[in-house]
């Protein structure tokens, strides 16, 4: 089916990708794991239409010091640290300047920990299949601190799904997740927001209400 860009919003690309996704409907070995906060009503669509549970799957951005889009690396629960050695050698970014960044969002991955939570453990996905959903993959910096932090717990299987992502990350992420599933790779691809009509922000509240909404209704 041709895909019409730019998407309406979130929730309208997480039906299309879902659809992408049938192969893993009805099974109960899924769990799909989105990444807070706009990779939630995506994957919201996703486990609806999969009759999968839905959790968070809390994963930090290391932003560049007053340039805080642009990321040098992310780290996810696990101590799990990813890092883009080309770009901090390119701005010379110094040791003090990543330990103090990787220091703030550590804090800030903590607390999202306890919003998201609740005091619930985090997912269990040994011998699982772990669908990590985003809105839109620029880097891949995020997604790889994903992978990596799951990849230590023995899933049977990690597809990554988003609407939307660029060349260069589908080409890094292939070679580490078992499966890359998107509706669109443009070239150029600018930014994520700029395929999406609405691309507002999505607030704590609504990312935890999706989660709990999708809790109340039946898995496979």
């Known amino acids: 089916m041709p895909i019409s860009l730019p998407f309406e919003d979130r929730t309208s690309a997480g039906k299309l990708l879902a659809e992408e996704l049938k192969a893993y409907r009805n099974r109960p070995d899924v769990i799909v794991l989105g990444l807070p906060r706009g990779g939630l009503p995506v994957a919201f669509e996703i486990a609806d239409y999969l009759n999968a549970p839905l959790d968070a799957l809390l994963v930090r951005k290391l932003g560049v010091?007053?340039?805080?889009?642009?990321?040098?690396?992310?780290?996810?629960t696990g101590g799990v640290r990813v890092l883009d050695y080309d770009l901090i050698r390119s701005l010379h970014l110094s040791r003090e300047q990543i330990e103090e960044v990787a220091a703030e969002e550590l804090q800030a991955l903590e607390a999202g920990n306890r919003r998201y939570r609740e005091n619930r453990p985090a997912p269990n996905v040994r011998g699982s299949i772990a669908i990590v959903v985003d809105d839109?993959?620029?880097?891949?910096?995020?997604?790889?601190?994903?992978?990596?932090?799951?990849?230590?717990?023995?899933?049977?299987r990690i597809v990554v799904a988003a609407p939307i992502v660029s060349v260069q990350a589908a080409e890094m992420l292939s070679?580490?997740?078992?499966?890359?599933?998107s509706l669109a790779q443009p070239e150029p691809f600018y930014a994520v927001g700029f395929w999406y009509h609405n691309f507002s922000q999505v607030s704590d509240e609504e990312a935890r209400g999706l989660i709990a909404r999708r809790a109340r209704r039946p898995a496979a």
């Open 65 to 76: 010091p007053g340039q805080k889009e642009l990321a040098f690396g992310a780290i996810a």
């Open 136 to 156: 839109g993959v620029a880097t891949g910096s995020t997604t790889r601190a994903a992978i990596q932090a799951l990849r230590s717990q023995n899933p049977l």
């Open 175 to 181: 070679g580490m997740a078992d499966e890359v599933v």
